[in-house]
């Protein structure tokens, strides 16, 4: 557990001196700001408040983002020879593997604290009546929704882990990773359309926007979802382990 935790350290320190890791956290606060903006502006004096809105938005966002935040996790370090030194000391592959993967994951959750701002903004406006139309901030959606995008964070983030872990090149390994998520997403869409109907179910029941906008975002918190984004978590985190395996016999 301690050498977990010092890989995780490691790791987290590295996003607060790496550009990559502030432009990320920069276009997503500044998107999903803009989004939030956009909507309060609509709804002022004729619908009530919603602060599932800019959670919504960062799910989408987070696709495109969390393979940023990963792809130089394992390939950076198989590029510069460093992951071979870190095989020879005495750490579990395994631990090597989790720890790397909290550490983005603690990095991913500072910056989804951030966008509390835009809840207690939300709550401010109401609590002041200067909201026109519409009761208050109904605040179960927006717990359950947040809930919900640390477990898609941490989801989408493992299989960027995986694909980190498959490549030398951090391009190709943050391409691969967002095509992935991004053809993830659209399942729910192509469930839809696909006439073939347990296929269909097939197809949805893969897709992270099933499992995510359809159940936390609107406050429903289901079982099913919860294990569908650990047991995502699991299965990516533990091929990630086998290919870092692999390694000590090439």
């Known amino acids: 557990m301690r050498s977990i935790l010092v890989i995780a350290r490691r790791e987290l320190s590295q996003y607060f001196t790496s550009?990559?890791?502030?432009?990320?956290?920069?276009?997503?606060?500044?998107?999903?700001?803009?989004?939030?903006?956009?909507?309060?502006?609509?709804?002022?004096?004729?619908?009530?408040?919603d602060g599932t809105e800019v959670l919504g938005a960062f799910g989408f966002f987070t696709i495109f983002f969390a393979p940023l935040l990963t792809m130089r996790l394992f390939a950076e370090e198989a590029r510069e020879g460093t992951l071979e030194l870190m095989l020879t000391m005495p750490v579990r592959d395994g631990d090597i593997v989790l720890g790397k993967?909290?550490?983005?994951?603690?990095?991913?959750?500072?910056?989804?604290?951030?966008?509390?701002?835009?809840?207690?903004?939300?709550?401010?406006?109401?609590?002041?009546?200067?909201?026109?139309?519409?009761?208050?901030?109904?605040?179960?959606?927006?717990?359950?929704?947040?809930?919900?995008?640390?477990?898609?964070?941490?989801?989408?983030?493992?299989?960027?882990?995986?694909?980190?872990?498959?490549?030398?090149?951090?391009?190709?390994?943050?391409?691969?990773?967002?095509a992935t998520l991004f053809i993830l997403w659209l399942g729910d869409f192509a469930g839809l359309v696909i006439q073939n109907r347990p296929a269909a179910q097939v197809i949805r029941s893969l897709s992270l926007q099933s499992h995510y906008s359809t159940s936390f975002l609107i406050g429903v918190i289901r079982f099913e979802d919860v294990v569908f984004f650990i047991g995502l978590i699991v299965s990516m985190l533990f091929i990630t382990t086998r290919l870092i395996e692999s390694r000590r016999w090439r």
């Open 101 to 178: 993967f909290l550490g983005a994951w603690a990095y991913f959750s500072l910056v989804l604290c951030l966008t509390l701002v835009y809840e207690i903004i939300l709550l401010s406006i109401t609590t002041l009546r200067t909201y026109e139309v519409g009761p208050e901030l109904d605040l179960g959606p927006v717990i359950s929704s947040y809930m919900g995008i640390w477990l898609f964070g941490g989801a989408t983030l493992a299989v960027g882990l995986l694909f980190s872990a498959i490549t030398e090149n951090q391009i190709i390994a943050g391409f691969l990773s967002m």
């Open 19 to 49: 550009p990559i890791a502030y432009l990320v956290a920069f276009a997503i606060l500044e998107l999903s700001g803009f989004m939030f903006n956009s909507d309060l502006g609509q709804r002022a004096g004729q619908l009530p408040p």
